[in-house]
């Protein structure tokens, strides 16, 4: 038996620096200076994911419509990512928001969030006032804003009055623009007419809120032509009629949504013209949403209260709304 | 940016934006003119481009990134 220790060949152990040489350092999401339009994040996310950042700017780009999270994302990561150069101002801010603390960050997002919503209410009493009839005064006033802002501005400026007159000249503008007319009244109105000399004259209208007009109440005859007038200015207003009838003329919404027999569409000065058709039973609309929802719905079935919401054929599947169209047309 | 007259560009530049927008408010208020919300969306949409813009470029820098 020989004690005599087998020498091994010594096994080289690892060591921390030869780790540190042979591992690449950790990748970190650094904004990027070099590579920047407005904060650097699209060239620093570009450069940290091996893609072309232009990439990630027409991602953010394209977020604005459709809810603007990304917008809110970039804005995060402009403040909490330091840049690969020298700390710029949202990574300063980014700092002094750490520094605060949670209590006064949590704080300095409440005031945001009033002012936010305090800016929104000034629009909208602008936008209200013109939908009253007062779009010259409010005009006036937006000018005379201007013209102090002007006049402040020879005497050190006045920067606060900016954001106010911004939303006075955002609330005032859209509802001129739009044509908002809230002259009709507010609230919610439904009329279930079961005869025609019971509909108006000038139709029906409501300056704001929620407006139903629910025709399957109607004598609809075989040969029924009925023209009808529906006017809101601001919410959601629905006509129902008996899916046999056919459904002509032009809907218009200013800024929202139509949903006429099952034809939608969205946007800014959505306008409609249902199949033409000389079929009768029909009805012959002329219906208009400032800005809002304007529905025709044409369903035997469809619950007032609820259309839309939950299951049933709107919203879900509005092809039995364009089929029954069709056939009550003559289109299909 | 303030020159020696102590203007601030910035409150002028808006000023006049703003009092591009009153007009157009006014003008389509009185009838005199038949704006679309495509158009005045554009109108909006420059006037608060060109004070953003001006609000950056009246900002002086502390440092060069």
Redesign the interface.
């Known amino acids: 038996m020989n004690d005599t220790p087998v020498s091994e060949p010594p096994r080289e152990e690892p060591s921390g620096e030869a780790t540190t040489e042979q591992m690449p350092p950790p990748r970190r999401l650094l904004r990027s ?1 070099g590579d ?1 339009v407005i904060a650097g994040v699209a060239g620093g996310l570009g450069r940290y994911f091996g893609i072309d950042p232009v990439v990630f700017r027409i991602g953010f780009a394209l977020s604005l419509f459709f809810g603007g999270l990304g917008a809110l994302a970039y804005l995060l990561l402009a403040v909490f990512v330091p ?1 690969d ?2 700390p ?2 949202a990574q300063r801010l980014g700092a002094r928001l750490r520094a605060l603390g949670i209590w006064r960050g949590l704080g300095l997002v409440a005031i945001a969030i009033v002012a936010f919503f305090g800016l929104s209410a000034l629009a909208a009493v602008a936008a209200f006032a ?1 939908g009253l009839g007062w ?2 005064p ?22 606060w ?2 954001p106010p ?2 939303a006075i ?2 609330g ?3 509802a ?3 044509d908002l007319d809230v002259r009709g009244g507010i609230g919610e109105r439904e009329y279930h007419p079961t005869t025609v000399r019971s509909i108006p004259a000038d139709g029906y209208r409501l300056g704001a809120g929620r407006l139903v007009v629910d025709l399957r109440g109607l004598d609809w005859g075989k040969h029924r032509v009925l023209p009808l007038e529906v006017s809101l200015g601001v919410g959601q207003a629905d006509v129902f009629v008996p899916k046999r009838v056919c459904v002509t003329g032009t809907t218009h919404a ?2 929202g949504e139509s949903e006429v027999t099952g034809e939608r569409n969205d946007g ?2 959505v306008d409609h013209t249902p199949a033409g058709s000389r079929s009768t039973p029909r009805l012959n609309i002329d219906a208009s949403v400032d800005v809002g929802q304007l529905r025709v719905i044409n369903s035997d079935t469809a619950d007032v209260d609820r259309p839309g919401f939950g299951p049933g054929p709107f919203h879900e599947d509005t092809a039995p709304l364009r089929a029954a169209e069709a056939r009550a047309c003559g289109t299909g | 940016m303030r020159n020696g007259l102590s203007i601030d560009i910035l409150s002028l530049g808006a000023g006049a934006a703003i009092a591009v927008v009153g007009a157009l408010v006014l003008l389509d208020s009185a009838g005199s003119l038949d704006l679309s919300l495509g158009w005045m969306a554009v109108a909006l949409i420059g006037a608060v481009g060109a004070i953003l813009a001006l609000s950056g470029l009246t900002r002086q820098p502390k440092r060069h990134d």
């Open positions: 200076t920047r840049t150069g020298d710029d101002r013109v779009g010259v409010v005009a006036i006033v937006i000018i005379a804003i201007g013209a102090l802002l002007a006049i402040a501005s020879l005497r050190g400026g006045a920067r009055l900016i007159a911004v000249a955002i005032g503008g859209v001129a623009a739009s200013g800024v800014v000065d």
